[in-house]
């Protein structure tokens, strides 16, 4: 696990990456598993960005009978640099810390992104997190810096919500306090919180970042150009 982060993690933050999905645009082909010119698999270097961050825990939300992803995830989560988060909320209240790095299956999935949310938010709750950073697998072109701003943007200002600013827009990833957790358990079926986001108006936090990190990558012709990345490449090669 080499982007363990060089400053101190944030007490009571939690990540989730979600990576539930059954990637049906890029069929047959799954999109987290794609590679890109150095080989690194697409999940592998969302997470790695991740964990470079100052979060304080992590947990990947993986589709169940997907033994493939989940041997992809095994070395980072038995590696000895796993170790447990430090201090804060998520390891206080006389329970033992768990891992910084952990992964779980998502039931049925299948009955849309809510699912993944809703387990997402749960762990938080579980765990006491004042605050859960929302990370799609498929945004391998996110730095740690600019999750960074959203951890500690959120943390100084209290918002309820913080989000890169896509066009005046929020974007991916979402940061959300706990204030908001119980709303998000309200999502249902291929939703996540945008609706959420839209009614907080001005009290959701937005802050700059490029356009080109804030990409996904969800079809095929998408994929082509991510085969062609260089492993440190912030942006897209140009044609």
Known sequence: MSDMPTHPMLAGTLAIILAAGRSSRTAPAHKLLARDASGQPMLLRTLEAVLASAVEEVLVLLPPERPDMTALLHPLLESPANTPAPSGP???????????LRMTCVRQPELGLSRSLHTGVRAAMRRRASS?????????LVSPALLDT??????????????PDRHGQPGNPVLWSAQCYDRLLSVQGD??????LRDLGSAARLVPAPAAMLEDFD????LSAFAHMNANSPTLPRP
Not at 191 to 196: K, N, T, V
Request: charged share 20%.
């Open 150 to 163: 959203l951890l500690h943007t959120q943390r100084a200002t209290n918002a309820p919500a913080v989000a």
């Open 132 to 140: 859960l950073l929302v990370c799609l697998g498929d945004m391998p």
């Open 90 to 100: 998520i390891a206080s209240g006389g329970r033992q810390p768990v891992r910084r």
């Open 219 to 222: 079809t095929p012709e998408r």
């Open 191 to 196: 939703q996540g919180g945008r609706a959420i």
